[in-house]
């Protein structure tokens, strides 16, 4: 796998070298300093994977993204040195279709665990990248009756995901008649401050989906660790570690493939912006199961590669623009 590292600090740079050198398919192509030198460099010498700093002299990480993923896109997986301080850019960066947010690794006592983390974040897109597909949960087709009646808008995201579902949930009235449960493609260390970043741009509340809890209307729920976020039989949340091979974690598949088997009421899958092809199977089985799906056009998409999937497969009733999907949701719940 062919990577290259945008950062400007030469400690980070010669961690993230190390942290490759430990795996034998990793090649470092080039190192860029600036946000300007990775934007010409990937045009000249594309990589699979871009390792790419936030806080860089002259154009920064997010602005960096931004022009790579219009010019030359390839995976970028964001390192940061401080998470929480730079909370705000690492969702515009993968707004701006960035798939990942790792810590930067040290030099320091924490060095092994940081280079194993971030080689796990690598895997991972590798992965993603490679358009593989695991095989996820089907149980057994029996429908709850705890949530007869009950409206759901199940909605799947990856790279381009935060800033197409801010754009989607400000257009959502505060008395919306039914619950939304998110699944991001992003780290639990991230998700809290991805609720809360969300929750202030909407006029519903945003929080993390509880285990054991009951979906009520008018509140998003984002899933929020990275085990994957399943409806149980009896209509609940429920948070569990298996599929344990399905690389996306959480795994969209698994949750629509849960609504589709034991959802009593109304729903409809909707699937966002993404790389690889996460959520395109499950949302065919919501669709074969009786509801309506909808899957994002490629003008609105940072990455049409999930909705690509969707339509491909047939998942998809409709594929509409980002901007008339909260219309057409009102629409189809009244």
Not at 72 to 78: G, V
Request: net charge neutral; proline share 6%.
């Amino acid at each position: 796998m062919r990577i290259a590292i945008a950062n400007d600090m030469p400690l980070a740079v010669e961690a993230l070298r190390r942290a490759l050198a430990a795996e034998p398919e990793y090649q470092l192509i080039w190192v860029a300093s600036n946000g300007e030198e990775a934007v010409s460099r990937c045009r000249d010498d594309l990589p699979d994977l871009l390792l790419m700093d936030m806080l860089m002299p002259g154009m920064d990480g997010v602005e960096a993204t931004r022009r790579i993923m219009h010019d030359t896109p390839c995976a970028i997986l964001i390192v940061t040195s401080d998470v929480e301080r730079n909370m705000s850019r690492v969702f515009d960066a993968m707004g701006a279709g960035a798939l990942d947010v790792v810590a930067a690794p040290s030099l320091g006592p924490q060095q092994v665990l940081d280079a194993a983390t971030v080689r796990r974040k690598i895997h991972n897109i590798a992965w993603m990248i490679g358009h593989k597909t695991s095989r996820s949960v089907k149980p057994t087709p029996v429908r709850s009756t705890e949530n007869r009646g009950k409206r759901l808008v199940a909605i799947g995201a990856s790279a381009g995901g935060p800033a197409s579902l801010v754009e989607l949930l400000r257009q959502i009235p505060p008395d919306f008649p039914a619950s939304i449960v998110l699944v991001q493609h992003v780290d639990e260390v991230f998700a809290a401050g991805m609720a809360q970043w969300l929750g202030s741009e909407s006029h519903m509340p945003v929080r993390l989906a509880r285990e054991g809890e009951v979906l009520q209307p008018a509140t998003v729920l984002l899933a929020g660790t990275n085990n994957h976020l399943y409806l149980a039989p009896e209509g609940r949340l429920v948070y569990r570690r298996e599929p344990t091979d399905q690389v996306y974690r959480p795994s969209i598949d698994v949750f629509f493939e849960s609504v589709a088997t034991y959802w009593r009421g109304d729903a409809i899958g909707v699937l966002l912006t993404g790389m690889g092809r996460d959520g395109a199977r499950g949302l065919k089985l919501m669709r074969e199961r009786g509801f309506h799906t909808i899957a994002q056009d490629q003008a609105s998409s940072a990455v049409y590669g999930m909705p690509k999937a969707a339509v491909t497969l047939g998942a998809a009733a409709e594929v509409l623009p980002l901007d008339r999907i909260a219309a057409r949701l009102l629409e189809r719940l009244g």
